[in-house]
């Protein structure tokens, strides 16, 4: 392998491709995650001190953990506040759950219980952010960047609009971690090696269990080391399958109870999953045994049973959910609910500012890549650029269709943007007058990422909209708090399904159910109570036992079931105007959060 970067006559460059950089005194990593630490902390302040998050899985995060803490099974995921006594049914498994319950452990030594709580939801994801910029460094290292670009790549993570939201403080759902997974796989793919290739294989079973919406770029990483194998004759491939044969049924005997074992899951891996890995291994074993794997006609046709029986092995069984677990979504949830999630949307149906974001990765990327080509074609390190560029394309591509796969494609194009900013910033330096090199300087940082273009085409969000509620009454009251749902004795609470977790995690109260897809039942239940004629209201509230009805002006939840009909309880909520059965609560301290007692 070459050690530094050919044809290349900066010497001090080539001093600074592995280790600190030379000369004088320049921030070291932790430097570096310490002053963006305190950004992200600065920014989030407010929600810091009022220990709010950001969505409603951070919140069901957090209950989940302190569940666990006190006592509930590990292999117990069901959330027993949701739909009470029966619990609600979440796809999740603790692995995730594990730096936040230990961090919670460790705050509690000497904080009391609320504030160990918040205090974990602030180390958890800054904590994360120093792993991941660890895994970055190598990465880039890796493909030959001098440490100044590797300090640039740091600098330029909280301009990735995604990349600064999924590792602020009390940001603890799974999201970042799949990104961070993601980046460490495609660092040891890049490495090269058998056994690089089998870790890799055996994190991306991790990946797989943290979310399996992970799936596509597994499989992409996978076709990789397929082409590796096509092109250059590296085996690397049979160790990615293995690590994935092997990883995917070790950890679920230690994730998921053994009477699971027979159960096969679209949303989590299942015993489907786990014989297409082993089909897979096994098909790329047997490979070794075809004929004139010599030529490259040879080694693509000794790679063409691994799709074949990975394939029907995980369809058969699970059908079209395989593809997409959202697929058997009931036709009322998926209008009125899943279909208004933006993080789940393609392209087409994304607001003007997230659909340029989009495709702002692929400008970053082929900018990026021309010039890693001219640096460093016809060395080693070109070749370790071509498959990143490949990697990160599939995740951006990925992306166009599911809008959260960006998290990891912003974090792939880090590298890409960094070369682009050592390439601008020398220019903008050399200006003349220092109010126009700042200028330039932070124009240059904004250029290389898709800020710039995702704050100008904001203005447009509001005409263009596909994934955003609207109602004309829509916060008109303002931003909601439930803080005073408190003062309350435990009672079982009707509530839209946007602010059911937070409830669950904020207050002693249960509700009804959460937006989660498994519990399709009694999400409709909710919709119908809701977005239904009024006398159905009242009799799914009361089948519930519900002492309260809760919802906020501000919740998208509450317009979408407004638009399901005229005069339903939602319309009248918003109007102000109750039916008899329903006793408002007064005197609550917010304009915008809606309380009423079951008569």
């Known amino acids: 392998m070459t050690d530094s970067p050919a044809n290349s006559t900066d010497g001090a460059a080539q001093e600074e491709v592995q280790g600190e950089p030379a000369g004088p005194w320049r921030p070291r990593l932790w430097h570096i995650w310490l002053a963006l630490s305190a950004f992200l902390l ?39 506040r949701m739909n009470p006594p029966v619990g609600a049914d979440i796809h999740w498994v603790r692995l995730v759950d594990l730096p936040i319950a230990g961090f919670i452990l460790l705050f509690r030594l000497f904080l009391n219980q609320q504030a160990a709580e918040t205090a974990a939801m602030v180390a958890v994801p800054l904590a994360q952010l120093y792993v991941t910029m660890l895994v970055l460094r190598a990465l880039m290292r890796e493909l030959g960047q001098t440490a100044s670009e590797v300090q640039l790549g740091m600098l330029l993570i909280p301009l990735m609009p995604l990349l600064s939201f999924n590792y602020m403080p009390m940001r603890i759902d799974h999201h970042g971690w799949q990104a961070t997974a993601m980046l460490t796989i495609v660092w040891l793919m890049i ?4 056994r690089q290739a089998f870790v890799a294989g055996f994190l991306a079973a991790v990946l797989l269990f943290i979310s399996v919406e992970g799936m596509p770029m597994v499989a992409a990483i996978g076709g990789l080391y397929a082409v590796r194998y096509w092109l250059d004759r590296a085996r690397e491939y049979e160790g990615y399958l293995l690590g994935l044969a092997i990883g995917g049924p070790v950890l679920f005997l230690v994730l998921r109870p053994l009477s699971d074992v027979a159960t096969p899951y679209c949303d989590m891996l299942s015993w489907p999953h786990f014989l297409a890995f082993g089909a897979s291994a096994l098909a790329a074993a047997g490979a070794r045994i075809m004929p004139a794997q010599g ?8 790679l063409l049973p691994i799709p074949l029986v990975a394939a029907p092995a995980m369809l058969l069984p699970l059908g079209i959910c395989a593809i997409s677990p959202m697929s058997v979504l009931d036709p009322v949830l998926k209008a009125n609910w899943f279909n208004y999630l933006m993080e789940s949307a393609p392209l087409w149906r994304q607001i003007p500012s997230v659909a340029v974001m ?12 021309r010039l890693a080509r001219e640096r460093w074609r016809g060395t080693d390190y070109w070749q370790k650029w071509i498959f990143l560029t490949l990697a990160t394309l599939a995740a951006a591509v990925v992306a166009l269709l599911v ?11 880090l590298p890409f943007s960094a070369l682009l900013l050592a390439t601008l910033l020398p220019r903008a330096q050399a200006l003349g007058g220092t109010v126009k090199r700042v200028i330039a300087t932070v124009i240059c940082f904004v ?10 085409a904001k203005p447009f969000d509001a005409k263009v909209s596909y994934t955003l509620v609207t109602h004309p009454k829509l916060g008109m009251d303002g931003e909601c708090s439930i803080d005073r749902l408190r003062e309350i004795p435990p009672s079982m609470m009707f509530a839209s399904l946007d602010l059911s977790a937070q409830i669950v995690a904020r207050t002693p109260h249960s509700v009804v159910m959460g937006g989660y897809h498994r519990n399709q039942a009694k999400m409709l239940e909710v919709f119908r109570a809701f977005g239904g004629p009024i006398d159905q209201a009242e009799t799914l509230i009361r089948a519930n036992h519900a002492k309260y009805v809760v919802t906020c002006t501000s919740s998208p939840d509450l317009a979408a079931y407004a638009n399901m009909g005229e005069d339903n309880l939602a319309d009248r909520i918003f109007a102000g105007n109750p039916p008899p059965w329903l006793e408002p609560v007064p005197n609550l301290g917010n304009a915008a959060l809606r309380l009423y007692r079951v008569r």
């Open 42 to 80: 600065l920014i989030n302040l407010h929600d810091v001190t009022r220990s709010l998050a950001p969505e409603s899985d951070d919140y069901l995060r957090l209950a989940q953990v302190r569940d666990w803490l006190a006592g509930q099974d590990w292999f117990d995921s069901r959330q027993y």
């Open 191 to 194: 490495r090269t090696g058998y």
């Open 295 to 302: 030529g490259k006609t040879g080694r693509l046709l000794a």
């Open 403 to 413: 809008m959260r796969a960006a998290i990891t494609a912003q974090l792939l194009t």
């Open 358 to 369: 989009l495709v702002a990765d692929f400008v970053l990327i082929a900018l990026g890549v």
């Open 447 to 456: 250029l290389v990422t898709p800020a710039l273009v995702t704050a100008t």
